[in-house]
């Protein structure tokens, strides 16, 4: 049987930013995770499980293609796997819970990793705005000091909903095509 | 929609340049150990600092100008709320802070005695080595000065080794590079990089891409399709 060829794109983003959710909403496969009971006490907090490799979704793009979705562990004591799983990677999604200012930072410490290792575009998407105390997209870009010339769009979202996680990763694609197209 | 959040993960110089940014009008409400109190933020400038007792009294008073009568303050005083519960307070990292925008009127003549950029310099002067390495997390970055950073730099008191650092970002020093040259404590530098990029002085320079997808456009477009249809 022939092989399919595979094209990624990389999930990223802090610890609990929805990156899991994400990939599940829209891949055609149940998403392979590698999760492990949390450890750290203040994680514990947040959620019982937690990547600690990588997670993925996939969607058949044609008899030949299929796209990948790789999720990254959002520690940063995992950050080995970012530079792992950013090879080769069409584009980056970097997730952001907009309820949650203290993993801003963390956030842009992230774009920063990608921008420097993997020239490609990328996108924010400001999760959870389906929650009352989310920030919203424009703040959630100043805050994380993403300026007009840097080219990274902020899409809010839920992670949940099929039609939202859909247009952040359309929003991704259309700007790998403006880059391809443009001379 | 409230922005809110705890002043130890996200201390004042981050949230005064939210704020500054998008030269939002509203009120800060801080919820300190000791107190409550309301600052007023009109476009993106600290004007005014009020203690309250309870919340629900900021948003009863809608009109500024009708609040400073009813608290007798003369317009020409009110930075004197901000010396006495704003300055003092800036290095307590414990407190809860959520911000409201839009629902108070202020006249158009509401003086502005301390600049927000000068406000965010004092804040990045008192931050932790935690807190810097927050924005200054990588010793390869590499910072540029934006195009109207001399009208900002002009409101601010800079410190000699503030100077000092800000003359040796010119768009190809990277971090290390200027924490070498500046021949002064790692923490200063760091300070005053995290409060040039707070109040907007400089920005991270863009590194130009050269990586072309490896993809070709016949089948990205089949990519697009599919995702619309799922």
């Known amino acids: 049987m022939k092989e399919l060829k595979k094209i990624k794109i ?36 947040v959620k019982d ?28 004591r995992f950050d080995f796997m970012w530079e792992i799983l950013g090879e080769g990677a069409l584009g980056i999604i970097v997730l952001v819970d907009s309820t949650d200012p203290k993993t801003f930072h963390e956030a842009r410490r992230i774009i920063n990793f990608f921008q420097s290792r993997f020239p490609v575009p990328i996108v924010v998407g400001a999760n959870k705005q389906d929650l009352p105390n989310a920030w919203p997209p424009e703040d959630v870009k100043f805050a994380l000091d993403i300026t007009d010339e840097e080219g990274i769009p902020v899409i809010p979202l839920s992670a949940k909903n099929k039609e939202e996680v859909k247009k952040t990763l359309l929003t991704l694609l259309e700007i790998i095509r403006y880059s391809l197209e443009s001379p | 929609m409230a922005l809110t959040g705890d002043l130890t993960t996200f201390n004042f110089a981050d949230i005064l340049q939210v704020l500054a940014k998008d030269r939002k009008n509203g009120v800060l409400l801080v919820e300190w150990k000791d107190m409550i109190v309301a600052y007023y933020i009109k476009e993106g400038e600290l004007v005014f600092a009020r203690p309250v007792d309870k919340v629900f009294r900021v948003y009863t008073d809608r009109n500024f100008e009708q609040l400073l009568a009813k608290l007798r303050i003369k317009k020409e005083d009110i930075h004197k709320t901000i010396d006495r519960f704003f300055l003092p307070r800036l290095g307590q990292k414990e407190g809860i802070f959520s911000f409201t925008p839009g629902f108070i009127k202020f006249d158009s003549d509401v003086p502005v005695f301390y600049p927000v950029e000068d406000l965010i310099m004092r804040a990045s002067r008192l931050l932790t080595p935690e807190e810097v390495d927050r924005k200054i997390s990588d010793e390869l970055l590499v910072f540029e000065k934006m195009p109207d950073a001399d009208v900002k730099v002009s409101k601010i008191k800079l410190t000699e080794e503030e ?20 021949d002064m404590d790692r923490l200063t530098v760091d300070r005053s990089l995290y409060g040039f990029l707070a109040a907007g002085i400089i920005r991270r320079k863009r590194k130009e891409r050269v990586q072309k997808p490896s993809i070709t456009l016949d089948l990205l477009s089949k990519i697009i399709e599919k995702i619309k249809q799922l």
């Not at chain 1, 994400?22 to 006490?41: C, D, L, M, P, Q």
């Not at chain 1, 969607?59 to 979705?69: A, G």
């Not at chain 2, 100077?163 to 500046?182: N, Y």
Request: glycine share 8%; no cysteine.
């Open chain 1, 10 to 45: 990389v999930i990223a983003g802090p610890f609990a930013a929805g990156k899991t959710q994400f990939i599940n909403t829209v891949s055609e496969i149940k998403t392979v995770t590698t999760e492990r009971k949390t450890s750290a006490a203040v994680e514990k907090n």
């Open chain 1, 49 to 76: 499980y937690t990547t600690v490799a990588m997670d993925f979704g996939k969607i058949r793009i044609d008899d030949e293609h299929e796209l990948y979705l790789f999720g990254t562990p959002g520690q940063s």
């Open chain 2, 163 to 182: 100077k000092k650092v800000l003359s040796l970002v010119d768009g190809s020093k990277t971090v290390a590079d200027i924490r070498k040259e500046a």
